[in-house]
């Protein structure tokens, strides 16, 4: 038969790996099917039969052999005279099969025929690929870096998909350079006209949580649950941890031997600060850990409220803060309380200090160097002793110490 060779059409279907046989035949058998309505406004005496190897196609067409004068259905019957210009032997009760010549259809409706066969063949890749991320989102791919832009970067799975990392789901510090391998999350799938967007991000926890499942054997084995993550991207990030084993200790196990474990994750993530700790339903506990590295003295809880007070040393609120407030954000993030700092007796007098150097202009030197051998470096720790003992210790008269004292007691109302 003068038939339509589609083998570009299966081609595409053999290349879709992920589209069954099946649905490819259906597919088909549709197209033409609907060619067929539109020429004899029926399909149902005709079997389309798809050889998917060969890449072509071809269409019987079945009626009745009744006796001349009887036709009352041309689709479904013949006249037994036009039967027997095909085969001789025919006889009226037998089915006639008759090959349809496709050319009978027209140049024109086999061209259309072949368009719907490749959108078809189009659409049905879409929905393979949508399901096929739909059901990877959360996880870890590596894919190949195919082009750069200032918004963007357009990158390649292992089977040719285009996937999208875009500005705001990338690490500040991130550089890509065509043709290198970059680990990402599975974001979204998103639809842009009608076509589907695989989403990538370097920038979410759960991109966090996949690595550590990957270097931590405990968390792939689920001995270890990672209760928490809050990060800023390339710059800190904090994990809560809890182990279902009380042998295993859950921090120690994330950081490894020498921080063996942790170090990996912190080069993928272009050294951004990864604390590790325990998580404990007891609050107070938790906001104390949250603050890490910072050391506190006391809090004050209002679990009402989900407010926390925290007073700290001097010299342990910049680190409570942390950079650009970074340390104390993910804190009240990771625990879900506001989190105010402050310095520890913060509304008494402040104690200041002056070295004794520093009034050498209103006392003498000699007095200065007396009071310095009995280890009175400052102002403050001479105000701190009576006169006579100053005066004993530092072999000194009690009117010179007098004068001393009345000098620096008056910086400090200056002050």
Partial sequence: MASINLIEAFQEFKEAENIDRPTMMKVVEDVFKTLLRKKFTSDENFDVIVNAEKGDLEIFRRRMIVEDGEVQDPLAEVAYSEAIKIEPDFEVGEELYEEVDMLDFGRRAILAAKQTLASRISDLKKNVLVKKYDDRIGEIINAEVYQVWKKEVLLMDEEGNELILPKSEQIPQDYFKKGENVRAVVSRVDMKNNSPVIILSRTSPEFLAKLLEIEVPEIFDGLITIRKIVREPGERA????????????????????????????????KNENIDVINWTNNIQLLIQRSLTPSKISYMDLDTENKHADVYLKADQISLAIGRRGVNIKLACELTEYDIDVFRE???????????????????????????????????????????????????????????????????????
């Fill in 238 to 269: 904090k994990v809560a941890v809890e182990s279902f084993d009380d042998r295993i200790d859950p921090v120690g196990a994330c950081v490894g031997m020498k921080g063996s474990r942790i170090h990996g994750i912190v080069r993928e993530l």
């Fill in 345 to 415: 007796n913060e509304g008494e007098l402040e104690e200041f200090d002056i070295d004794l150097d520093e009034f050498s202009d209103e006392i003498e030197t000699w007095v200065i160097d007396q009071l310095k051998r009995i280890g009175c470096d400052t102002a403050r720790s001479v105000m701190d002793l009576s006169v006579d003992e100053l005066a004993n210790r530092a072999d000194l008269e009690k009117e010179t110490v007098e004068d001393v004292k009345r000098i620096l007691a008056k910086e400090f109302e200056k002050e």
